[in-house]
């Protein structure tokens, strides 16, 4: 069975663009969820999908959306782009909504300049 | 305020020897606690679980331990390898929220 798939695995992008990065769970997992990592940090929660809906959202501002189509697919858009949006992001998908066990993909390295 | 926390930035051992990786953690609600490890260029893997209701989860060479009353958790791997060398994160979530919160990481390296 494939793993999690994140696409592009690597972005570079200046300040006040807007940028979309893709995520495919595992086939069957029906949650995704959003992560950001910064150099010595841990992993900052963004949002999980499930069904095509939110179920939770992080404390980050709105110029981080996401959304999760009916094949589970998911994307996440950051506009205006800030020098501190530099990160990993990181998709994790799970069977269902709340189930605990995660599985994360490679992720997105973005660098914003 | 950080809500789960690992204070060793960094551990080092020696092969064959037991490495112990530690987590706090403060909200009272978290119920479910996981560990990943995370090698570079790659996202987190799952290793291993505990559940509120259980002090021990054991799964090969790794264990982990957890004391709700001193609200910390501990993974022990034993005897420590080479291919062990990664970064280790501690997760907590609460059942009700769907979300994990993890910590900082604790960089293991394991030397031959």
């Known amino acids: 069975k494939a793993g999690v798939t994140q696409t592009p695995r690597y972005l570079i992008k200046t300040r006040g663009q807007q940028v979309t990065l893709s995520c495919s769970p595992i086939?069957?997992?029906?949650?995704v969820s959003w992560y950001q990592q910064t150099p010595g940090q841990g992993l900052q929660f963004l949002f999980e999908?499930?069904?095509?809906?939110?179920?939770n959202k992080g404390n980050f501002p709105g110029r981080f959306s996401g959304r999760q189509f009916s094949n589970s697919r998911s994307e996440m858009n950051v506009s205006t782009l800030e020098l501190g949006d530099s990160a990993l992001y990181l998709c994790?998908?799970?069977?269902?909504?709340?189930?605990?066990?995660?599985?994360f993909g490679p992720g997105t390295r973005l660098t914003v300049l | 305020d950080q809500q789960v926390k690992q204070n060793s930035p960094s551990l080092s051992v020696q092969e064959g020897r037991i490495s112990i990786l530690n987590c706090d953690y403060t909200?009272?609600?978290?119920?479910?606690f996981l560990w990943y490890k995370k090698y570079p260029a790659e996202g987190p893997t799952f290793l291993i679980s505990?559940?509120?209701?259980?002090d021990k989860n054991e799964d090969g060479r790794f264990t982990v331990f957890l004391n709700k009353s001193a609200k910390h958790l501990s993974l022990h791997i034993v005897p420590s390898q080479p291919g062990d060398s990664a970064v280790y994160f501690c997760?907590?979530?609460?059942?009700?929220?769907?979300?994990?919160?993890f910590g900082d990481g604790t960089t293991l390296t394991v030397k031959p």
């Open positions: 994790a998908s799970s069977l269902v909504a709340g189930k605990h066990e995660q599985f």
């Open positions: 086939s069957g997992h029906r949650s």
């Open positions: 999908y499930f069904s095509e809906t939110q179920r």
């Open positions: 909200n009272s609600m978290f119920d479910y």
């Open positions: 505990i559940s509120s209701i259980k």
């Open positions: 997760a907590a979530r609460s059942t009700n929220a769907g979300k994990s919160t």
